[in-house]
C-alpha cells in the first residue's frame, strides 16, 4: 500500500544503531514496512527509538509494523540550501500523527507547499537516501 519514490541527489543515511538497536527499523525499510517500537505493558508505540518504553520506563519494548496513514499535525516549508538538499527545495516537511497514535517528522513527497494543511491525510511512501536505503516519508492520500 506504500509508494516508492526516488528523490535525487541521495542524501546520507542517518546513523544506524547510535544509541539503540535500530536494525528492525532498517530491515523493515528495506521490506517497504514501517517499524516502531512498541511497548507490550502500556500497549501504545512510540518513536523515536529509545531503549525504554516512555510509558512504563521499563524495557518492555518490540518493534511492530504499523500502517503508514495518518493525519499532518503540524508542518513547514524548507526553502533555504542546506546538506542534502540539492534539487529537493521548496522540501515539504510535516509531523504526522499514524493511525497509531504516534507521530514521526517526515518528508511529504510530490506536494507543493500550498497543499500542506493541518487534518490533511497522508500515507506512507519511501525516499531513497544514499546507498540505495529507504526511508519513510509520505504522500497526500
Known sequence: MSTEKTAAPAR????????VDTRPFW????EGKLMMQYCTVAKKFQHYPRPVS????????????????GVIYAFTTVR???PGLDGRLPLCVATVELDEGVRMIANVL???????AVGKK????????GE??????????
Not at 132 to 141: E, S, T
Open 12 to 19: 546520507p543515511v542517518p546513523r544506524e544503531s547510535a544509541y
Open 27 to 30: 530491515d523493515g525499510a528495506q
Open 54 to 69: 516512555i510509558f512504563t520506563g521499563r524495557r518492555t519494548l518490540e518493534w511492530r509494523e504499523v500502517s503508514g496513514n
Open 80 to 82: 533555504i540550501p542546506g
Open 110 to 116: 510530490d506536494c507543493a507547499p500550498e497543499q500542506l
Open 122 to 129: 497522508v500515507k506512507l511512501a519511501w525516499d531513497t537516501l
Open 132 to 141: 540505495g536505503k529507504k526511508y519513510p516519508a509520505f504522500v497526500l492520500a
